[in-house]
């Protein structure tokens, strides 16, 4: 059986323990908190897309950070939050190219039967599970808006 996405961050936090990478290891700390705390709040064992989207939404959450210390010119804060997301980045998919993403908005317009923006929240359901991780919800939900509108 493959190796689980939760698994995987468990044994790199191992081997960066016995490495003594402090930095890596802080890091990967971070990422187990968080499924933990999700596993609490479900009562339930994350499986790898639940996983995905713990980490695509500390990946969001990492973004934001470095917004708000570049605006407040605070490179040390930056560097830290730069590298969290560097590692946080290695356990997630290959982003999905425009051309991909395009592919699969217009299949799930056709699979859906959206006819216009109040089919958007069915659009974007039907997407998620397809994109979670491998690109920005935020662009794709305004990609899917805009495409929706022209109908």
Do not use: W
């Not at 709040?41 to 989207?53: I, P």
């Not at 491998?134 to 794709?140: E, G, L, T």
Request: net charge neutral.
């Amino acid at each position: 059986m493959a190796e689980t996405l939760k698994s995987r961050i468990n044994n790199d936090m191992k081997s960066a323990l016995r490495a003594g990478d402090k930095p890596r290891l802080s890091a990967i700390r971070l990422m187990l908190a968080a499924i933990k705390q999700c596993e609490i709040d479900s009562r339930s064992d994350l499986d790898d897309t639940q996983v995905l989207a713990v980490l695509d939404k500390m990946v969001k959450q990492r973004r934001e950070s470095i917004v708000q210390f570049e605006s407040a010119r605070r490179e040390d804060l930056i560097a830290v939050e730069q590298f969290e997301l560097d590692v946080i980045r290695s356990y997630m998919p290959a982003a999905m190219s425009d051309a991909e993403i395009g592919g699969l908005i217009d299949a799930a317009l056709i699979e859906t039967g959206a006819s216009g923006v109040k089919d958007m929240g069915r659009v974007m359901g039907h997407l998620k599970p397809q994109l979670q991780g491998r690109a920005d919800m935020s662009a794709v939900s305004a990609r899917v808006r805009a495409r929706l509108s022209a109908l």
